[in-house]
Structure formats: C-alpha cells, structure tokens
C-alpha cells in the first residue's frame, strides 16, 4: 500500500492567503520528513525538511508541522503568492535507509 | 551547485525493444536513485545504489535493470519495454552522510508504443 499518501490531488488559494498541504504516513518509524516543490517539466526541489525530534520548522513563508502521534505532516505556506503554482510532493524516510517514499502529490494552484 | 544530467531527455521505443537511460553526476555523491512518476502515484523507486558496482532494489524493480558503473554514473535498463514503463523517470544523487536532500535530473520522458 501507499506509505505516504497525499489525499488532495489539488488545492486553489486566493494570493495573500494561507495555502496548507497535508501528508499522512503509515510507518511510524519514518523519521525524516521533507517536501519537495516541481514545476511542470521541471525536476523536484528540496523546499523544507525536519527530522521527527521537533514538531515544526520555520523557513521564512513556509512551516512544516509534524504530529507524530497522528502519523501526518503539514506544509504552510503564508502569503502565497502566484509563483507558489506548482505541485508539491512530501517524502519520508527512516533513518539511513535511503529509500525516499513520496506521496502523489498535490497541484497548488494560487490565483490572483 | 548540484549537477546531475539525464540522457535522453525523450525518447520513443517499441515494445519488447531495450532501452537504456543514463544519469551522470558531478557532486561526488555517494548515493544514486532511479524514480519514476506518474500521474496519481507520485515518485516511486525502481533501483538505486550506494557504491560503484552495487545496486539495490527499490519498491517497483521488476521489468528492470540497473548498473552502477562508477561513482558518476547509473544507468537504468529496460531489456523488453513494456507500454506500462511509459512514464517520465528522473535520477537523482545524494551524499554520504544521512543527509537526504536529494538532487535530480531534469527527467527523461520515455514513451513505449
């Protein structure tokens, strides 16, 4: 089954708003988490990570909340702006594993 | 900055054919990932490897290959296409100390028919 799994295919926010991406994980030894931003014909990008011994990260306009008890991440990103337009994957992985699982992704779309 | 490149950026081949797509990377990474998406399942993994001369089996290996040469390059092989390996496969490398930020290629968009 999916071990990470984005259950929004797609989301539209108003520019200036709070756009929020969700993630749910199934293993809970899982403790690296990571979203990834890509363009169309574009390659993914590294936005933000965080490792299970904090439950949020700030990076300017965007946050990652992580409830491990729940087995989800989230991604905030404040004042979306139109070249927030993209999809955004989130990942997981235990430990030295080396194997990155992502979800499906989710198509942000911020329209002005 | 992080370079790895993908080669063909496109390619077309009949079923049953062989097909091979090649990832070079100049970051001395250690660690080399093949990742197919498609629409609806995201990135999911087919091989990846740690050193020269070893790969590994990722959670979707079957129906292909993979060859670690040297450090710099993975190849991922297809002995006999199918029209379900019609995706869009992306290389990526990471380094050696745990830390997972990977870096990708561009991608290369094959199309099996």
């Known amino acids: 089954g999916q071990q990470v799994k984005q259950s929004s295919p797609s989301l539209t926010v108003q520019e200036g708003g709070i756009s929020i991406l969700n993630c749910d994980y199934e293993?809970?030894?899982?403790?690296?988490f990571a979203w990834y931003k890509k363009y169309p014909d574009n390659s993914p990008t590294l936005l933000i990570s965080?490792?299970?011994?904090?439950d949020k990260r700030e990076d300017g306009r965007l946050t990652v909340f992580l409830n491990k008890s729940g087995k989800h991440f989230s991604l905030h990103i404040t004042a979306s702006q139109p070249e927030d337009t993209a999809v955004y994957l989130c990942?997981?992985?235990?430990?030295?594993?080396?194997?990155?699982?992502f979800g499906e992704g989710t198509k942000l779309t911020v329209s002005s | 900055e992080a370079a790895v490149t993908q080669s063909p950026r496109s390619k077309v081949a009949v079923t049953g054919g062989k097909v091979t797509l090649s990832c070079h990377q100049t970051?001395?990474?250690?660690?080399m990932y093949w990742y197919r998406q498609d629409t609806g399942h995201g990135l999911r993994l087919i091989h990846y490897?740690?050193?020269?001369?070893?790969?590994e089996k990722g959670d979707i290996p079957d129906g292909y290959k993979a060859s670690r040469p040297s450090q710099e390059n993975f190849s991922l092989i297809l002995e006999l296409a199918s029209l379900s390996q019609t995706a869009v496969y992306f290389c990526?490398?990471?380094?050696?100390?745990?830390?997972?930020?990977?870096?990708f290629g561009s991608g290369t968009r094959l199309t099996v028919l």
């Open positions: 293993n809970d030894m899982f403790d690296y």
């Open positions: 965080v490792r299970s011994n904090v």
């Open positions: 990942a997981a992985d235990q430990g030295g594993s080396a194997k990155l699982i």
């Open positions: 970051n001395n990474h250690d660690y």
């Open positions: 490897s740690y050193v020269a001369d070893s790969t």
């Open positions: 990526a490398s990471s380094d050696r100390t745990g830390a997972e930020t990977l870096y």
